[in-house]
């Protein structure tokens, strides 16, 4: 749609339960959030809390084939979890590091519509698989000078929530904000990057590009867990995304400037 | 500020737990809601959901000269069910009826500042008393043609959430907003409006001004908990609120067109 060289840059960061559950490295975290210079957007997900009010109140976790199942019940603490708790205490966090941070759902302001899964044999429950990204909704509130923090909550527009997966959700407003700004998506996760040896934290690739991956998974560097997160890295750059950088959440600051983890890039 | 006769109208709507925790009931009200012609905010109460988590969590609610106490345990609750569980599924439910609505708390695009309750002898915990309301962020999101649905959640500025009265959340964004609105305060609560027979729910008030208050406190008409809620109308009014309406949440459309409920004007 528009050429990069002159087009904002828009920074989607995902962080994980891997950060959300330690105080320490969250305030990190959202201090470098707070450094970006530039539209940002962060995603997160749920951590522990989830598992363990669910655990606390004694609501059995339904897996069905290695799948979480999200009941009624559940789709309720998720909610209560991520889209209150969590969301509300990181923005809480960031407008004290001097962000003007606002907390949506998918449901607000329509931000995200989803419909509930289907699948030929298994009933996910409330889990919600994104249609679309209300771009000019995000856009509007991003040129107000308001940094975005999104919980996994989506909505289908009948009244119905539903539990979405985060690196999904930034991945699908990444995709959908690349029409209007230069996005750089980072997965801030547990791993150092992408590792030329899996028991090697410094041997962390700094650049990957297609042909790159395409040898390393030839050669079975890259396997199991990275490669589906890979491929949706490059599934979103083809789609107008123009870097993915996955690394360490708790060395957010590097990642932002391109000192740590590891770059994916189209060629 | 301004004079009425030229200044848009804006709709602050209070509803409590009485409306929240009834499904049919709420449905019907947020339809009155997304019938209204002009601006809206709506801000909900908790309802018996937080009180139940709780107890299910085996959370002791400390009293202290017969008011709650809030703890950091307790404190997580609300922030789970007020900001996350009841406003999120408000939210969903409005956008399903094709309002655009968008749920926030007080540190959302730091809507509601507020600061640490400060008492000489009774420790209240992490309950806020309002300092400040975002005139400017409320008035460019309802520019924007969305609903707000505000959780009553406030912060600090310093990273520290707070739970705040919901009654005193719409009081203060009803006055704040007078400065850019001709603001009609809504209260909806269990019963029809300022009756002149307690036990006659019929005998409700359509008008009430302050010359017929005191002649009301005078005869033993009003009085207990009623007193401070007319209080508060008042001095909502004295700052500009151009009519604060108390009655039943469940015709909040009689409500809102002035068919029913106790209409309070200054004079």
Sequence with gaps: MSSSTDTELLYVIKIGGNI??????????????SNIKGKAILVHGGGKMATQL??????PQQMVEGRRITDAETLKIVTMVYAGLINKNIVAQLQSLGVQAMGLSGADANLIKAHKRVH?????????????VNVSMINHLLQQ???????????DGNGQLLNT?????????????SEKYAVHLIYGFEKDGV?????EPSSVLQHMNKDKYQTLKEEKVIFEGMIPKIDNAF???E???KSVIIGKAEIMNELIHGNAGTTITQS
Tied chains: 1, 2.
């Excluded at 959300?20 to 959030?33: E, G, I, R, S, W």
């Excluded at 000078?145 to 909505?155: D, E, F, M, R, Y």
């Excluded at 590792?195 to 028991?199: E, F």
């Design 20 to 33: 959300v559950d330690h105080p320490d490295l969250l305030k990190q975290c959202l201090t470098a959030f």
């Design 54 to 59: 669910a655990k606390d109140l004694n609501i």
């Design 120 to 132: 030929a044999s298994i009933d996910y429950g409330f889990v919600g698989d994104v249609d679309e």
């Design 145 to 155: 000078n308001t940094s975005l923090v999104i919980a996994p909550i989506t909505h």
């Design 165 to 177: 997966n985060a690196d999904t959700i930034a991945q699908s407003i990444a995709t959908a904000m």
């Design 195 to 199: 590792l030329l040896d899996i028991k």
């Design 235 to 237: 599934l979103a750059l």
């Design 239 to 241: 789609k107008g995304v």
